[in-house]
């Protein structure tokens, strides 16, 4: 079987997306990457669109927050989804495609596969999507609660959601129509893959209900070391403190103001060290001085200081939550946009580490943070109850599993055999 994987062209997708579908290559299947200039070896079909309207506004996108990231960026995204629906099936028939993994923030892509009439899996790299009104949509930092009021709210939520999903969508329903495919435009449940829609969340980590549909399914980070380009880093910079590791991700890091604030409250700790990566959007010298204790570099071998660190500093993006978690790190959360306010209510809800905004963010208030965060060990305590639920998922063998179940397809089978 040849099966093609679709994803944006952003870190924390990319990261999850190319090790499901290395490990789904070790299985006998066939697998390329599409719309992408590779990653770590696999094959692929480049995207210059894609990637064209990702990298001209990547500074933009890293200047925003909150509903204002997010409209913004729907936008970029919606464009993206666009031109991939539009080429798809040229792609497919000219390379012999069976099947399609779409990671679902590329919005309607699976259009594209109605339309070839060929099988198609949903794979959340991110925060899955939840329309139902049983749990908060992922963009919003609300609590888990059972109450009608609650669900009200959470319905609402989602039909906000939706309804900006609407607003920039226009061109993919004229395709769509153009194309004779009907779609119920309110419920984007609606072309939810049957076969099968996987997250790289863990059970253990989400809210707890049971209302999920049967094609749904949890099952832990999609991480084989492999998807990282080799760092160099100043090892010999670090003492042997405590370690305060903190990124605010690869998108959202265009604020010096933030990474000012964190290197402040950590100045006020003389007995701690901080590492901390500020990407590739910010000079260096707009941050000012930076204390002894303080370690800054553009980029950071992640997960190898990860194992050293005794606190992360996070954005709330799923990768570095989910690593932080496979090490039993707890967390301080600054979600930003996107997913990641949902990301945060769960840590907030299984008390992985605590959780502020950044309109509340000062350096005497992150300061208070990380102390409470390495002096209460109800922290840590959870977060190795996550490690150990995430070792136990097998998050990668779990999913590819699933793939190969929903599609009828056995090891080393070159034949499809559709099981809808």
Not at 228 to 234: A, L, Y
Not at 323 to 338: D, M, N, T
Request: glycine share 8%; aromatic share 6%.
């Amino acid at each position: 079987m040849k099966i093609g994987f679709i994803c944006p062209q952003a870190p924390g997708h990319l990261n999850a997306i190319t090790s499901l579908a290395r490990h789904t290559q070790t299985r006998g299947h066939e697998v390329v990457l599409l719309f992408s200039s590779g990653a770590g070896g696999l094959p692929f079909i480049s995207g210059e669109e894609q990637e064209r309207i990702f990298t001209e506004n990547r500074a933009e996108i890293s200047k925003r927050q909150g509903e204002d990231a997010l409209k913004f960026s729907m936008g970029l995204l919606m464009d993206m989804s666009e031109s991939m629906i539009k080429a798809l099936p040229g792609i497919v028939k000219s390379n012999q495609i069976d099947a399609l993994v779409i990671d679902d923030i590329s919005f309607y892509v699976q259009l594209a596969a109605l339309e070839l009439g060929i099988p198609y899996i949903h794979a959340s790299a991110a925060m899955h999507f939840d329309y139902s009104g049983h749990t908060p949509l992922m963009m919003y930092p609300w609590p888990h609660e059972t109450n009608a009021a609650a669900q009200a709210r959470n319905r609402d939520g989602a039909a906000k959601f939706v309804q900006m999903l609407n607003e920039v969508n226009g061109g993919i329903r004229a395709h769509a129509e153009a194309a004779g495919l009907k779609i119920d435009w309110d419920n984007p449940h609606s072309t939810l893959s049957p076969w099968a829609s996987i997250s790289q969340v863990p059970k253990a980590f989400d809210f707890e209900t049971s209302h999920w549909p049967a094609q749904f399914h949890h099952t832990g980070p999609w991480d084989d070391g492999k998807s990282r380009e080799p760092v160099d880093f100043p090892w010999d910079r670090l003492t042997g403190e405590p370690l305060i590791y903190a990124s605010m991700g690869t998108i959202l890091n265009g604020r010096p103001e933030v990474f000012r604030t964190i290197i402040a409250a950590l100045a006020k700790h003389k007995d701690l060290q901080l590492v901390l990566s500020i990407g590739e959007q910010i000079d260096p010298q707009q941050l000012g001085p930076v204390p002894k204790n303080g370690v800054v570099v553009k980029r950071a071998p992640q997960l190898d200081v990860l194992k050293l660190a005794s606190v992360c500093i996070t954005h709330s993006g799923m990768n570095t939550v989910l690593e932080s978690l496979a090490r039993g790190v707890p967390q301080v959360a600054i979600p930003v946009a996107f997913d990641q306010p949902g990301i945060g209510a769960r840590i907030a809800h299984h008390r992985t580490g605590v959780v502020t905004s950044l309109d509340k963010l000062t350096a005497d208030h992150l300061s208070e943070l990380v102390t409470e965060v390495l002096n209460n060990s109800t922290y840590r305590n959870n977060a190795q109850r996550m490690q150990r639920a995430i070792a136990e998922a097998n998050g990668l063998s779990a999913a590819v599993d699933i793939i190969e179940q929903a599609l009828g397809a056995s090891r080393n089978s070159q034949t499809l055999v559709l099981n809808r």
